[in-house]
């Protein structure tokens, strides 16, 4: 008894003797940072736990609220998974009004989205907008219609109309990255512009098209020719709804990439896109291509499917969450997001979003609400505030959970670490998991605000603060 009481102090000794080296390793590596120039008019934070127990083994400035950048979206993902189970699908359907009689369709053909931030999307086989158009043009067939007396109609209701988190900036709406969150998602909600630079610099540029076609979207070219080897500082300028998009900045002369930008209205293009497939298929459509939303404006009202022909099921949430953390896609998050609000009974918002993450951590762990200060569910904000001690909390609480390895999966390698980046103007930020040399499971949480020069070089220094725990 005495030598097992003996073996356990011993090893009760060992591990405590290799937490406070550990923590003097972060703590020496962590004050370098801390003193380095770059950081003279900045903050940072880094806080460090034990993955297993929940130990905190560092932390500077751990209560302190700082911008998380994309990291955020791992807070959304462990929310989604927690709340909605890695299984989880969306549903869209497709169904019409009226009668059917002699293939006649009096009525409106009706898609109705339920927020699938998938649909379209060519990340997935099964929800290619080809695959999914074809899909749909096979069930208006087999339902016998021929010819369609009234509308082709996308119910994009669901999520309001509210499509853009508060904060978001006016720089960032217009491009791919800031596409807005709609119930009916249509291609990632964005599209590409063939763009050929111009024969000098400071040419104007020439706009060669969209990718795909664009149906009554005025694209307004202000872009220049840049010198060659200065790459891509396109912008594009848009609001939600709008029909015109002014596009701005320079386009190298040695550059060959197309740009991408957010659709303004997603289910307008989803509504096109069927009703050209129809009629260049035999399906005769005598009304317009529209939406819930314009229909509510004008006025004109519209009922529900009564009947529904298609019932589409999108890839399971375990990869969605892979690729929004793989790739770090907005719409994704803020999808889900609201997706998280409507199935907690609430009303498909971004604000209820945020206030079931917050209320769900409170409740579960017990996490003060003001140390999650968001407004959205992908970090584009820039006033976001969180600190990293709760986010290291709450990617500690999903070590044991089932669904873990899923979310470890879809976490990106950065300097040879399974960690989320984020990056928005002088923000820089990492989150994720590392296991030590002495074989700890660690979680850490790591943000850097207001840093002066080079984002590669703080990067590379950051990434040096972070070698201590490996």
């Known amino acids: 008894m005495k030598r097992i009481f003996f073996s356990f102090c011993l090893l009760f000794c060992h591990l405590i003797n290799n937490a406070q080296t550990l923590e003097k390793k972060i703590a020496a590596a962590y004050a370098r940072f801390e003193a380095d120039p770059q950081l003279k008019y900045g903050n940072s934070s880094l806080t460090v736990l034990n993955a297993q127990t929940g130990e905190i083994i560092f932390s500077r400035k751990g209560d302190t609220g700082l911008a998380p950048a994309s990291t955020l979206k791992t807070v959304t993902s462990v929310t989604a998974f927690s709340l909605l189970g890695k299984d989880f699908r969306w549903e869209t359907t497709l169904g019409y009004t009226g009668a059917i009689n002699n293939g006649v369709l009096s009525g409106d053909l009706i898609i109705t989205g339920s927020g699938d931030p998938t649909l379209g999307s060519n990340r997935y086989e099964q929800s290619k907008s080809t695959i999914l158009l074809n899909r749909w043009l096979a069930a208006v067939r087999k339902s016998g219609i021929q010819k369609i007396q009234g509308r082709v109609m996308a119910d994009d209701r669901l999520f309001g109309t509210q499509s853009l988190p508060q904060g978001w900036i006016w720089q960032d709406i217009g491009n791919y990255y800031g596409a807005g969150a709609t119930s009916a998602t249509w291609e990632e909600n964005q599209f590409g512009l063939l763009i050929k630079p111009g024969a000098r610099m400071g040419d104007p540029v020439v706009f060669q098209g969209t990718d795909p076609l664009m149906a009554g979207l005025k694209i307004v070219n202000e872009v220049t020719t840049g010198a060659a080897g200065s790459g891509d500082n396109v912008y594009a300028y848009s609001a939600p709804y709008s029909d015109i998009v002014y596009v701005r900045g320079t386009y190298a002369s040695d550059l060959r990439k197309t740009i991408m930008l957010s659709v303004p209205d997603p289910a307008s293009q989803l509504s ?121 909390r709450i990617l500690q609480s999903a070590i044991k959970e089932p669904w873990y390895n899923s979310f470890y999966e879809s976490l990106p390698l950065y300097n040879n670490m399974k960690m989320k980046s984020g990056s928005i103007r002088n923000v820089l930020a990492y989150t994720g998991y590392e296991k030590s040399g002495d074989g700890t499971p660690l979680v850490f949480s790591f943000i850097t605000d207001h840093y002066n020069g080079r984002t590669s070089t703080i990067r590379q220094k950051m990434f040096n603060v972070l070698d201590v725990l490996k």
Do not use: C, H
């Open 272 to 392: 096109a896109d069927l009703r050209v497939k129809l009629t260049q298929n035999g399906v005769l459509v005598s009304g317009e291509a529209t939406t819930a939303r314009k229909i509510s404006i004008e006025k004109t009202g519209f009922l529900p499917a009564s009947v529904i022909l298609d019932r589409y099921q999108s890839p399971e949430l375990s990869k969605v969450v892979y690729w929004l953390n793989q790739k770090s896609l907005n719409l994704y998050a803020e999808n889900i997001l609201k997706t998280i609000a409507i199935k907690q009974g609430k009303k498909g918002s971004f604000a209820d979003g945020v206030e079931v993450i917050k209320d769900y951590w409170n409740k579960r762990l017990g996490l003060d609400t003001d140390a999650l200060d968001i407004l959205d569910g992908s970090g584009l904000s820039p006033e976001n505030r969180i600190t990293t001690l709760t986010m290291a």
